[in-house]
């Protein structure tokens, strides 16, 4: 969906990585990448449409994401809110990022 920031004529181990966090600033994910992020968030939330993406600051984007309607007699909620961040993002927006995150890649 996004086109990530020109990484390429950066070295590999100067590369970093994206942050998922959700409505309520828990971190969810560490991805390496910005499409990687995005692809892990959209899975998580069986997300069927990006109602809204907006770019708070550079790589720092918030999403406002619809899951997929849900069964009949469920009734958990469609939308969501992710914020998915660069690193540098996340220590200037003074965040820990060595955080542990909720979900750890190994799914």
Same mark, same amino acid.
Do not use: C
């Given at each position: 969906?996004?086109?990530?920031?020109?990484?390429?004529?950066?070295?590999?181990?100067?590369?970093?990585?994206?942050?998922?966090?959700?409505?309520?600033?828990?971190?969810?994910?560490?991805? !390496?990448?910005?499409?990687?992020?995005?692809?892990?968030?959209?899975?998580?939330? %069986?997300?069927?449409?990006?109602?809204?993406?907006?770019?708070?600051?550079?790589?720092?984007?918030?999403?406002?994401?619809?899951?997929?309607?849900? %069964?009949? !007699? %469920?009734?958990?909620?469609?939308?969501?809110?992710?914020?998915?961040?660069?690193?540098?993002?996340?220590?200037?927006?003074?965040? %820990?990022?060595?955080?542990?995150?909720?979900?750890?890649?190994?799914?």
């Amino acid at each position: 969906m996004t086109e990530p920031p020109n990484e390429a004529s950066v070295p590999p181990s100067a590369v970093l990585p994206w942050y998922v966090y959700d409505r309520h600033a828990n971190l969810l994910r560490v991805a !390496g990448s910005l499409p990687e992020a995005e692809e892990w968030a959209f899975a998580h939330w %069986d997300v069927v449409e990006v109602a809204d993406r907006e770019e708070v600051a550079a790589n720092d984007y918030y999403y406002l994401l619809y899951a997929k309607k849900p %069964d009949a !007699g %469920d009734f958990h909620a469609r939308d969501f809110q992710a914020r998915i961040v660069r690193q540098d993002r996340v220590v200037a927006l003074g965040r %820990d990022p060595e955080a542990i995150p909720l979900h750890s890649g190994k799914d």
